[in-house]
Every structure is written in C-alpha cells, then in structure tokens.
T-cell receptor
Framework: DAGVIQSPRHEVTEMGQEVTLRCKPISGHDYLFWYRQTMMRGLELLIYFNNNVPIDDSGMPEDRFSAKMPNASFSTLKIQPSEPRDSAVYFC????????????FGSGTRLTVV | AQSVSQHNHHVILSEAASLELGCNYSYGGTVNLFWYVQYPGQHLQLLLKYFSGDPLVKGIKGFEAEFIKSKFSFNLRKPSVQWSDTAEYFCAVNAKFGNEKLTFGTGTRLTIIP
C-alpha cells in the first residue's frame, strides 16, 4: 500500500491567492482527517470525514477554509483567499477504525503564504 | 472533551541515557492512548498504542509506555536512547466509544547528543 498521499509537498503562494491541498487516503479507510501543524498551536484538527461525509468541521478556522471529499479516494482542502497566518504544515490522515488502529498520516504539505 | 498535557517541551539527553516523557490526559470516560513520533521533516508515525489489557505497552524501536489509570498518565519510556531517537514525540487520546477524533498534546522535542 502506498500510504496516505498528499500533494503538493511544498507550496509557496502570495497572499490573496487560492490554495488547494490534496489527499488520497489508504484504500478501505473510511475516515479522513485534516490537521494543521504550527509551532505556536501544535497539531490542530480542522475537519474529518466518515464515508465521504463531513462529520466535524468545528476546527476549520474561518470561512476562507473549505474541505471536500467527492469520493472515497480523494479529498481537498482549499484556502481562499490565503493569508500569511495560514502558513503551516497541513497533514492528512486516514483510518479504518480510529478507535482500534489510530491514524496513518501523510507526509504533509508545507504551505508558505508570502 | 478530552485534552492532553505534555509538560516537557524540550528534553536533551546523551546517548545511552534513559528516557521518560510525561503525558497526562483529561477525560471522564474510557480512552484509547497513543504515542506518535515525528522525525525531522517527516510525518507522524505510530510508536505504540493502548486500548485495553496489560497497562504496559511495548512499541517499536524499544519504546514502551505505561498506562496508570489512577494518575491519568501514559508516560513513554526507553531504557537507553540513541542519536536516531532525536525527534518530536506526541501523545494522543481519543474516547473509546463514539468519538473518532484524536486529540494530540503539544509535543516534546527530544534531542540526543552523541
């Protein structure tokens, strides 16, 4: 299995631009999670899906952030418009049953907004 | 809601020293507990997990953790550390029933001096 695949690995964009981060979960994993990691705030859960349906988006910072999961093998996290304070590493994770197995994380996307 | 505290923000040890990283959680019900490791520039990887049974859990790379229910603790230990253990370590918790979210601590940065 290729694991959780995220793209791009690095993204540098100018303030005000739209940014789209992508994630392919492990096949058969029904849960998908988006986390943001910063030095100041550590790991924050932004949103998670179960069977492609958003279950909890209470961690999404504001309306500039949106996430979709159109099918079981693909999810996107979009920031529009981006701001310098959005600079962080964004991790996607998937799980078959989080309570039993925990999560498998992707390699992350390092986003820099200048 | 559950929460996790990792009181050691940065630990510096010499090779062959013994390691113990503290983790305390707050939650009134039954929990699953995890330790993840993040090597520099990499994603989080599962070190070990506790779901039930023997409170002493052994993980990969010689790590172990002990769940002490009365103290709400799940400390990570290793009898003799190596330079390659330099990384950031995250404790995480989720409620055993009905909650798929993992809540992470703020992490402990471990630096091993050769």
């Amino acid at each position: 299995d290729a694991g959780v695949i995220q793209s791009p690995r690095h993204e540098v964009t100018e303030m005000g631009q739209e940014v789209t981060l992508r994630c392919k979960p492990i096949s058969g994993h029904d849960y998908l999670f988006w986390y943001r990691q910063t030095m100041m705030r550590g790991l924050e859960l932004l949103i998670y899906f179960n069977n492609n349906v958003p279950i909890d988006d209470s961690g999404m910072p504001e309306d500039r952030f949106s996430a979709k999961m159109p099918n079981a093998s693909f999810s996107t996290l979009k920031i529009q418009p981006s701001e310098p304070r959005d600079s962080a590493v964004y991790f996607c994770a998937s799980s078959q049953r989080p309570g039993d197995y925990g999560y498998t994380f992707g390699s992350g996307t390092r986003l820099t907004v200048v | 809601a559950q929460s996790v505290s990792q009181h050691n923000h940065h630990v510096i040890l010499s090779e062959a020293a013994s390691l113990e990283l503290g983790c305390n959680y707050s939650y009134g019900g039954t929990v699953n507990l995890f330790w993840y490791v993040q090597y520099p520039g990499q994603h989080l990887q599962l070190l070990l997990k506790y779901f039930s049974g023997d409170p002493l859990v052994k993980g990969i790379k010689g790590f172990e953790a002990e769940f002490i229910k009365s103290k709400f603790s799940f400390n990570l230990r290793k009898p003799s550390v190596q330079w390659s253990d330099t990384a950031e370590y995250f404790c995480a918790v989720n409620a055993k029933f009905g909650n798929e979210k993992l809540t992470f601590g703020t992490g402990t940065r471990l630096t091993i001096i050769p």
